[in-house]
Structures are given as structure tokens and as C-alpha cells.
């Protein structure tokens, strides 16, 4: 029987500020899947990145099951009635709809799910990020799974050296595409390093189209029209053999890139890896966060987890990212630290341009 891993996360209040998710929210999600735990679930974990609460929950019911979502759906409901009645910030924020309509996608959380044999040892990484959006996968996902320099399997282990299949979203016209690597590398790369539309939302082992990643690409910005919250997505990466280590997924983090989000959902700033007690943006509602947390998958059970970036292997990039973000925030409401007019999700200046709009005159 295949076992399913499905990673739901939704900010549903928080305090104070966008900074961190009240330990009330979070004794509820526990005790919404314990009663879950023998029926729809195997097992569970639940945690918290900044201020998006994640669900982690292994089953045997596949991908976009109505009783997962469900689950998640009510489970972030009832932590939102909690967050109300403590007058949290953002209470609901990502609940775009209060009736669960048979599939969470669209309704504001973030979804990532996969579904697998298990091998004789199933080691996987679910990472979580805070104060971005899904773009700020693709280039790490790029690294792990078609660059050499950071994933040495694809040069000498044997399963892995004919590459993956990447499989991009484009986020704006709700279009999809596969490039095979490295044969399509330079294709690939045409369109992810365009980040704020184009996203990667699976990766599969060319050999046997296994499954390797999977990551949330819902823009809540794009669901709901208008800015309701930041994405914060999450990602699912199986390890170890057949596909890259775990020191090789976790290798690309070691360098803070530049993402979108930040302060007001508005602002490009460096993606910092840090330990779950670290991941409580503050700095301007940041820097960016993502945390890794690492588990045993056996007969569906979730064994960890191990608090992957809590290593003093990866101070000097906490320390490179706050240099960044020093450099970034000089630069003030000028791009590049601000997200140009057309990403900006929290902001005015559409309302701006509209109250202007009559005092533009031609030039001659």
C-alpha cells in the first residue's frame, strides 16, 4: 500500500504582529488530528514556521483526498475561533472561504502532497518558510536535483545520473509545462529564475517518474485578488538513495538567495535557514525564514523530527543573511529592495496611481 505524505500550512492568526503562532492554536491543531490519528491518519506533526501553522500528515488515501483536506479545513477553522476570541493578528487571514467545498486548494492554505512506495528506508525533508512565496523554491530545487556542484550523486550514483524531471507552474495563466534535465537545463532555466510566476511544483526521477519533490505554489494574492496574506509555502524532498542526500537538499540553503516578500508581502530580502526556535521574523517582519525538519517515513509513521538547520554548519549563512538584509534595507522604498508595481501585495500604490491618474500629461 502506498502511503501519502500531505503538507498543509495557513496563517490563522498571530502574535504580536505577523511574528510567531500562539501555543493555543497550536494545542488545538494537536488535538483536531489526534482524533484523527487511526481513522483518515497514520500519523501526524504538527508545527509552526513564524506565523503559518503546518500540518504534517502521512495516509493511505493519496493526493487531494476530500477527507484530508477536510481535515485541514476544520482544523484551521477551529484555531481560527481560538485566534479571534485571543483578538491575534490576522485572525483567518488565509481562510478565504468558511465552507469547505470538497478540495482545500483555492480556499488560502498552502498544499504540498506526494504519494509513494515506501523504499526499505524512507528518510524525507519537509521544509516550511515564512514572509515569502513559492518561487523561493526554484533555485534551490534547481541545486538539488540539476546542478553537479551542489548534488554530487548526479554525477556518481548510478540512479540518479540521467537526471529529473522538473514540472513548472506558471502561476498567471494557470498553465503547466515538464522540462527534462539536463538535456532541457538552459529551457528550465528561462523561465524559474522568473520566480514570481513561474514556479516549480514537482520534480520526478527520469528513469521511472518517480516522485522526488513537491512543493505549494497557491499565490493567495491571486485567489483572492487583492493581498490577504503572504504564501509561505512548503516543501516535501525525499533523500538518500535514488535521490539526493540529505546533506546535498539541505546544501542549497547554505546560501541565502534573494527572495519576494518580507515586510508587507512587498519587499526582496535573503532567505535565512534557521532552528524552529529561531523562526519568529521580527527584523521589518523578517528577514524571510524556512526551516527543515527531517523524518523517517516506516509503514507511515512520521519518526522525528530532527531539527535540521539547528547546526552551527549554517551560522555563517545567518550571518551572510543579515549582512544582506543590512545592504537591502538602505536601499528603503527604492526597487530593488521593493517589489516593482506589479508584484507588490501589500500596498497602496494601486490606489495611488488610480487618485493620479488624471494629472499624467503626454510627453511632446
Known sequence: MK?????????????????????????????????????????????????????????TKGVNNNDIHKLAFDTFMKATEIAKSLKLYGAGQDMLKTAFSGNIKGMGPGVAEMEFEERKAEPIIVFAADKTSPGAWNLPLYKMFADPFTTAGLVIEPIIHSGFTFEVHDVIENKKINFSCPAEIYDLLAFIGSHG???????????????AAASSTDKLSLIAGEYVGKDDPVLIVRTQRGFPGQGEALEPFAYPHLVHGWNRGSHVGPLMPCSLSQAHP????????????????????LVGPVDLFDDPAFDNSRKTANKVADYMRRHGPFEPHR??????????????????????????
Open 3 to 59: 502511503t501519502t505524505i500531505s503538507v498543509i500550512k495557513a496563517d490563522v492568526g498571530s502574535y504580536s504582529g505577523h511574528t510567531k503562532v500562539h501555543p493555543d492554536l497550536l494545542k488545538e491543531a494537536e488535538r483536531s488530528l489526534s482524533e484523527a490519528k487511526g481513522k483518515v491518519l497514520t500519523d501526524f506533526h504538527v508545527t509552526a514556521c513564524g506565523d503559518d501553522i503546518v500540518l504534517i500528515m502521512s495516509h
Open 282 to 301: 521580527t527584523r521589518f517582519d523578517g528577514p524571510p525564514r524556512i526551516v527543515a525538519l527531517g523524518f523517517q517515513v516506516g509503514n507511515g509513521h
Open 339 to 364: 517589489l516593482p508595481e506589479n508584484e507588490m501585495e501589500y500596498t497602496s500604490l494601486p490606489g495611488i496611481m488610480e487618485r493620479v491618474k488624471g494629472r499624467w500629461e503626454k510627453i511632446s
Open 197 to 211: 510566476r513561474f514556479v516549480i511544483k514537482h520534480v520526478f526521477r527520469n528513469p521511472d517518474m518517480e516522485i
